[in-house]
């Protein structure tokens, strides 16, 4: 006789928490201790649900590193109690939210699904049904006593994705995300098929919570035209610990010797300069062209295929870490977890 799971239900915040009063037109916060009374197809499922809500639940646009460090330590508390997590926040920032919980949870070895919707719960049309009852399903997926899923992903319109690969594409199509450098791990048909062999592997270690994340960053997005003073303003921001170079293509940027002067000096000055192309997908190849050249000369840190959601992540934990410059380049372009592709 199989096992019951116990599932628990994170809610932030976010669309898909809201219904619709239809007696005044205006959407409330939905209460997700009653959820199986209103999701009645979840009691099908075979687990135990419990959840737990934010006290106010927030915006996506509203979300920063310390309800990262909330979501965490909700994990965390509970981390022994169940055997699957289901985060449930708004979509726009989710690729963010769910990349950096996957950094700050070490030796994971349970499953953690990120989902949300486009409609809100109680609306006629909605693909938050779908999304959260296909979510909890796989959270309590087991085989041989052990998860068959083991990290931090996310889920929505009938597939799962390893959360750190994920970008939002649409602000109105249910298929909202995609992960263009690695293929779906759960496809949602008439059955669930797993990908087996993309799956990480569980570890066997305690579960580690790294919560000391550093926000001194800037993103840099290259333009056609832009001006050495845009560029100075941003390197030259008071306590600036990492940038993201958004650059073209393979990792291409402009030649100018203003611009690699002025990448130089800060890497000089100490600043972690990560390259990551502004493709939504391929990846950077340092080198690959005389345009990347001398940022590979200068030492400005190839990201290959990572997306920006996961670089920024990335770059706030591994700057919590406090590792010296040479160790930090070499975690950077280590896969950690699975956000990079091995060369």
């Given at each position: 006789m199989a096992i019951q799971r116990n599932i628990l239900l994170i809610y932030t915040g976010g669309t898909i928490g809201m219904v619709k009063d239809y007696e005044t037109n205006a959407l409330r916060a939905f209460d997700f201790r009653q959820i199986l009374e209103n999701i009645p197809e979840l009691k099908h499922l075979d687990c135990h649900i419990d959840s737990y809500s934010f006290e106010s639940p927030i915006d996506s646009s509203n979300m920063n590193t310390f309800y990262f460090v909330q979501i965490a330590e909700v994990i965390e508390k509970r981390y022994n109690e169940y055997d699957g997590f289901v985060v449930l926040t708004g979509s726009d920032t989710m690729s963010y939210t769910s990349s950096m919980i996957s950094f700050m949870l070490e030796n994971l070895s349970k499953p953690v699904i990120f989902t949300g919707s486009q409609l809100p719960i109680g609306y006629l049309r909605t693909d938050a049904k779908e999304n959260l009852i296909t979510s909890i399903e796989i959270a309590s997926a087991y085989e041989d006593d052990e998860p068959i899923v083991s990290e931090v992903c996310l889920y929505f319109e009938y597939k799962l994705y390893r959360a750190n690969r994920t970008t939002k594409l649409s602000a109105e199509q249910f298929e909202a995300f995609a992960s263009m450098n690695y293929p779906p791990l759960v496809e949602s048909g008439v059955h669930l098929h797993f990908n087996k062999s993309l799956l990480l592997k569980s570890k066997e270690s305690d579960l580690i919570v790294r919560k000391k994340l550093v926000t001194d960053i800037a993103i840099l997005k290259l333009f056609?035209?832009?001006?050495?003073?845009?560029?100075?303003?941003?390197?030259?921001?008071?306590?600036?610990?990492?940038?993201?170079?958004?650059?073209?293509?393979?990792?291409?940027?402009?030649?100018?010797?203003?611009?690699?002067?002025?990448?130089?000096?800060?890497?000089?000055?100490?600043?972690?300069?990560?390259?990551?192309?502004?493709?939504?997908?391929?990846?950077?190849?340092?080198?690959?062209?005389?345009?990347?050249?001398?940022?590979?000369?200068?030492?400005?840190?190839?990201?290959?295929?990572?997306?920006?959601?996961?670089?920024?992540?990335?770059?706030?934990?591994?700057?919590?870490?406090?590792?010296e410059k040479e160790e930090f380049v070499y975690y950077f372009q280590k896969s950690l977890r699975g956000e990079i592709s091995n060369q």
């Open positions: 056609p035209g832009i001006s050495k003073n845009v560029v100075e303003s941003i390197l030259s921001t008071p306590d600036l610990k990492g940038v993201i170079l958004e650059t073209y293509g393979a990792g291409n940027a402009l030649t100018e010797e203003w611009f690699i002067n002025l990448l130089s000096e800060a890497i000089q000055s100490g600043v972690h300069i990560v390259n990551i192309t502004q493709c939504v997908g391929g990846s950077v190849i340092m080198g690959h062209y005389e345009t990347s050249t001398r940022l590979k000369y200068i030492g400005v840190i190839d990201g290959r295929d990572m997306t920006t959601e996961s670089a920024v992540a990335k770059l706030m934990y591994l700057l919590g870490v406090g590792l």
